[in-house]
């Protein structure tokens, strides 16, 4: 069964909230003293962590995995986030008009020689987290964005591959490792820039490793020491947060989060984000 918590944000603006520990774990403190009970503990892996309380429904972000900001040539969908704009079809080549389709609520990309629509949906960016010997396994970048920062191997699905599959090339890819995928742990959903995380839980089959071509190193860290304040992206922050919750609390669940960027931030900003709902089973 489903546990459902909303962190809930400011409507008129951005507010800083200050995860800290306190005697009792389900609790948070705000600016302004007030403490809000929660059904399970907050992100708080290594002391005080802060994040932007606030429901993001503007546009206009730099994608966590693609380094160029959204430009005044995007065209919005109706929707929270920004999708590419469309000037030609991908499958005669004629030009393209932004009308809503009968049956449809949104702007899309129609054809204005053969009237094909394309569709543009999320793109699937997969990856593992690896522990052994209870470290986890990270990742240098060694490309852009966020070079030089830290993150779990990971990266997007390609055509005819599931979700595993991809899931375990990317690692080796990234981190030369064979790992076997253990089961599914978080879903990471980021609306504003068309993204959607699965991480799963896995294992090395051997205990090598060695870094990429898109890594610069590999290292197993103790939980105790991974570097938070020089992560690549949101999610990986989000999703390593909760997996030391669970080892704290002693249960390995399984995660649905919506994590919501603050437009025109970098995809490391850690104070530039907020869970706007969490499920956990």
Sequence with gaps: MLKAIQILGSSTGFVSQIWRKTHNPLA???????ITRLATPPFSPRGTRCFIANRVFATGSKSESNPEAVSSSQVSVQSAGYARKINFCQWCGGPTKYDIPD???????????????AYQNPKMVVGCLIEHDKKVLLCKRNIE????????????????????EGAIRETWEEAGAEVEVMSPFAQLDIPLIGQIYIIFLAKLKKPHFSPGLESSECRLFPLDDIPFDSLAFSSIFVTLSLYIDDIRTGKLNFH?????KRPGSSPSDMHAFTIDY???S
């Design 145 to 164: 964005p966020s070079h030089g920062l830290w993150t779990l191997p990971a990266g997007y699905m390609e055509i005819g591959e599931s979700a595993a």
């Design 28 to 34: 948070f403190s705000s600016p302004t003293g007030t």
């Design 256 to 260: 649905y989060g919506t994590i919501n």
């Design 103 to 117: 049956g449809e609520e949104r702007m899309r990309a129609i054809c204005t020689v053969c009237g094909k629509i």
């Design 278 to 280: 969490h499920l956990q």
